[in-house]
């Protein structure tokens, strides 16, 4: 059975008040139109950040390749001014390069020191603070980070989620976003937080064959558009064109579920890590047994994990 195509619903217009209400609470992809974002839509020019972001220097992704694949790391880590690094990204081929000429570049912007410190671009990028609004959606109190993407034009990014909520500020340029709903985590051949399917438009179904019943949702995002993204939620992005980007994540759960040492918002909540841990115990408790009682055994665990954590609610 090949799984559904579903296109993300747009609302145009949507207050504070209307969005937790009756949209925060369904707990599913939503793109918000019309949000004031402030002048960084028609200001965030490669030229303006060239000029505004200067010659700080930022580390990057380099890729020889257009999909990015976090799993295997098909791509390099390198340093740039960040004037350098607006352009060569705006660019199809380049002059100057790590890899080759058509090489792509991403850029996630991270807190001062990565290991403590989260992004926030009002903190690295303090001269672009004025142009650009936070969507106030949620509680000062809930914000978790904001973070600063440029992306070269064709750059496709593993699938992946996040356990925070977060908006996806189009700023400029054009994004393809596909989503897969956390129920369809089993489809989705997972290492972590990723997922192995990179060609997710013509999969290799002779080695994923579950990843066709997995239900697609789909978007694109043009400047001004604002993608909310549930936690839990899988996404893969891909630029169509050069483009900035803006993530606020902010804490759905209270801030005691989470990691204290995540600086990304991508670590498990502290009660999910402690149950895979006890899982895995389980699991080696298990090996002790023969083949045919280990299975037997293993069933029954699921079929209890399926009858006691398993969410009675249909989507």
């Not at 299975?295 to 398993?310: E, G, L, N, S």
Request: charged letters at 30%; a neutral charge; proline letters at 5%.
């Amino acid at each position: 059975m090949a799984g559904q195509h579903l296109p993300v619903p747009r609302l145009e217009g949507v207050s504070r008040e209307q969005f937790m209400q009756h949209h925060y609470p369904q707990r599913k992809p939503l793109v918000l139109e019309g949000i004031d974002l402030g002048p960084c839509t028609s200001k965030w020019t490669a030229d303006y950040l060239s000029q505004v972001g200067g010659k700080k220097e930022v580390k990057i992704h380099v890729a020889a390749v257009a999909q990015m694949d976090f799993i295997s790391k098909n791509f390099v880590y390198r340093t740039l001014p960040f004037d350098q690094l607006v352009q060569r990204a705006a660019e199809e081929k380049h002059k100057e390069f790590f890899i080759s000429e058509d090489e792509k570049y991403y850029l996630r912007s991270l807190g001062e020191d990565p290991r403590k410190d989260v992004a926030d671009i009002r903190k690295q990028f303090p001269l672009l603070e004025g142009d650009i609004k936070f969507p106030e959606f949620f509680k000062e109190e809930q914000f978790f980070s904001s973070v600063f993407r440029i992306s070269s034009p064709g750059l496709q990014l593993w699938t992946h989620y996040d356990v925070m909520d977060n908006f996806l500020i189009q700023v400029t340029g054009k994004k393809r976003v596909v989503l897969f709903s956390p129920r369809d985590a089993q489809y989705l051949y997972l290492k972590g937080t990723k997922s192995e399917v990179l060609n997710i438009d013509n999969p290799d179904l002779a080695k994923y064959p579950l990843f066709s019943k997995a239900r697609r949702y789909e978007c694109s995002l043009e400047a001004g558009d604002v993608l909310f993204i549930p936690a839990l939620w899988f996404h893969n992005v891909i630029s169509e064109e050069f483009g900035v980007g803006v993530n606020i994540f902010w804490k759905h759960l209270p801030s005691e579920c989470y990691d204290k040492t995540d600086t990304y918002g991508n670590k498990d909540p502290k009660a999910a890590s402690r149950a895979a841990q006890i899982l895995d115990r389980a699991l080696k408790t298990l090996a002790e047994l023969p083949e045919e009682y280990r299975d037997f055994y293993a069933r029954r665990m699921v079929i209890h994990i399926q009858d006691k954590a398993y969410s009675k609610n249909s989507e």
